[in-house]
């Protein structure tokens, strides 16, 4: 199943800097693992923004959950979850 995800980090303003940077290399790690895996199947920057837009292929919602809230900077985001289904009109033979 697919999933839209539009994730806004918004890390405290008084996060030590070597904190905050430990965080966001095991996040990157983790991240790219997943998309290794096929399970993060797309990761775009939303421009002039600390935030993403990604496109998840799990099972379920119960999946998509877990893979988030497990993310090490899951505490500091604000989530947005859309589920998503081919399009009638669509001309792609497949969803890549």
Not at 12 to 22: F, G, L, Y
Not at 74 to 90: E, K, T
Request: net charge negative; with cysteine.
């Amino acid at each position: 199943m697919l999933f839209h995800v539009r994730m806004d980090v918004r890390l405290p303003h008084d996060m030590a800097a070597s904190v905050a940077a430990d965080l966001k290399q095991v996040e990157k790690e983790q991240a790219q693992a997943l998309q290794r895996s096929g399970k993060w199947r797309h990761l775009w920057r939303v421009a002039g923004q600390y935030s993403n837009v990604s496109i998840f292929d799990v099972s379920d919602a119960e999946e998509l959950h877990q893979l988030l809230s497990t993310l090490p900077l899951f505490p500091y985001m604000a989530i947005q979850v859309q589920p998503l289904c081919r399009h009638p009109s669509s001309v792609h033979i497949d969803d890549r």
